[in-house]
């Protein structure tokens, strides 16, 4: 995928604040400090656009960046984080929910997983809620290149038992250090979006 434009939009906690142009969404859910930030500058192929952060939990809206034009990548605050209080935490699962639930543009979710790690009881529930909502999902395993290739399928075994993956849902090795799964991620987004 050739990337001719990309720009950070919004910072949006309310539907009202959603842009209106009514390009296709796709969005990015995972833990705090899985590599959303990376994944989305990899696959748009800016180093910092997305700002990475080394203090997990900083995103608390939902992160619009449009590229070419063409589509919308939408990051969630990170889950999981013991330092975000309780109150907040209820707040980003119901702007997460509603997001989820009444999004037309919405046509395909990332949920980010850290292939090193068994996915946890938040990357279950936000797969549940997914698959409640009949949002169609891919489930992108980033860090691929932090362990060795000859255990990425007992790795990828785990995360699809842990989350009982419905069949129909594709599964994406990515490491935003070496690009492995760029344009797979793209080819699939892009048949998402042209149907």
Same mark, same amino acid.
């Given at each position: 995928?050739?990337?001719?434009?990309?720009?950070?939009?919004?910072?949006?906690?309310?539907?009202?604040?959603?842009?209106?142009?009514?390009?296709?969404?796709?969005?990015?859910?995972?833990?705090?400090?899985?590599?959303?930030?990376?994944?989305?500058?990899?696959?748009?192929?800016?180093?910092?656009?997305?700002?990475?952060?080394?203090?997990?939990?900083?995103?608390?809206?939902?992160?619009?960046?449009?590229?070419?034009?063409?589509? #919308?990548?939408?990051?969630?605050?990170? #889950?999981?984080?013991?330092?975000?209080?309780?109150?907040?935490?209820?707040?980003?699962?119901?702007?997460?929910?509603?997001?989820i639930r009444?999004?037309?543009?919405?046509?395909?979710?990332?949920?980010?997983?850290?292939?090193?790690?068994?996915?946890?009881?938040?990357?279950?529930?936000? #797969?549940?809620?997914?698959?409640?909502?009949?949002?169609p999902t891919?489930?992108?395993?980033?860090?691929?290149?932090?362990?060795?290739?000859?255990?990425?399928?007992?790795?990828?075994?785990?995360?699809?038992?842990?989350?009982?993956?419905?069949?129909?849902?594709?599964?994406?090795?990515?490491?935003?250090?070496?690009?492995?799964?760029?344009?797979?991620?793209?080819?699939?987004?892009?048949?998402?979006?042209?149907?």
């Amino acid at each position: 995928m050739k990337i001719m434009d990309a720009q950070f939009i919004i910072s949006a906690v309310q539907p009202h604040q959603y842009p209106e142009d009514a390009l296709p969404e796709i969005a990015l859910a995972g833990r705090s400090n899985v590599g959303k930030s990376s994944l989305i500058n990899k696959l748009i192929m800016r180093k910092n656009l997305a700002r990475t952060s080394s203090q997990p939990g900083k995103t608390q809206q939902l992160n619009y960046y449009r590229v070419n034009d063409m589509v #919308y990548f939408v990051d969630y605050p990170g #889950y999981g984080y013991a330092k975000v209080s309780k109150t907040q935490r209820e707040k980003f699962g119901t702007m997460i929910e509603t997001y989820i639930r009444d999004r037309k543009q919405l046509k395909l979710q990332l949920l980010v997983i850290d292939i090193r790690h068994e996915p946890s009881k938040d990357d279950q529930l936000m #797969y549940d809620w997914l698959k409640h909502y009949e949002i169609p999902t891919c489930i992108v395993c980033t860090k691929a290149d932090k362990i060795p290739r000859s255990k990425w399928d007992k790795h990828i075994k785990i995360v699809k038992t842990t989350l009982g993956v419905d069949p129909r849902d594709s599964i994406v090795l990515f490491s935003s250090e070496t690009g492995l799964g760029r344009e797979q991620l793209w080819d699939i987004i892009m048949g998402t979006i042209a149907t």
